[in-house]
């Protein structure tokens, strides 16, 4: 599928979301959700797509286990240490669990814990990354 680009306005924005609220303050409401979603883009991108009749993207519930490529769990991900205590998988994936959804005008949707390594005393320890909804490679358990 080919992507594209569109540009709106704040007021396509706006007409769209009052359009599809029924309700008798639909106005204020429209204007205060145009105000929540319009500075992020990815979150307005979102919006039109289910408008116009697409899906917005699953969110992975709390607790979910999934495979991640270990060097987009974080900056300090040891990889060489996860290899040498065999934690990651036959393919080179870390394990995580999804501990929150921060949402969809966040550039890394989720938090996670995984199992880092530290170098001092080879020694494994739960460790907090950040990683977006692309990153995940599989879900193994599904909350």
């Not at 029924?22 to 409401?29: A, L, M, P, Q």
């Not at 060097?71 to 990889?79: A, D, E, F, P, R």
């Not at 065999?86 to 995580?96: E, P, V």
């Not at 959804?101 to 996670?112: A, K, L, P, Q």
Request: glycine share 6%; no cysteine; aromatic share 10%.
């Amino acid at each position: 599928m080919t992507k594209i680009r569109v540009e709106l306005e704040e007021t396509d924005l706006f007409n769209a979301i009052k359009k599809i609220i029924d309700h008798g303050n639909r106005v204020e409401i429209a204007k205060a959700l145009t105000s929540i979603i319009a500075p992020h883009e990815k979150l307005t991108s979102i919006f039109f797509k289910t408008y116009f009749g697409g899906s917005a993207p699953p969110v992975l519930l709390e607790g979910t286990m999934v495979t991640v490529n270990p060097n987009k769990l974080s900056y300090k991900t040891n990889v060489e240490g996860m290899k040498r205590l065999g934690l990651l998988n036959i393919s080179g994936h870390a394990t995580a669990i999804i501990k929150e959804f921060r949402g969809f005008h966040e550039s890394h949707n989720y938090y996670v814990n995984f199992m880092n390594v530290d170098d001092n005393d080879n020694k494994s320890y739960e460790d907090t990354g950040f990683i977006s909804y692309q990153d995940v490679i599989t879900v193994i358990e599904e909350l």
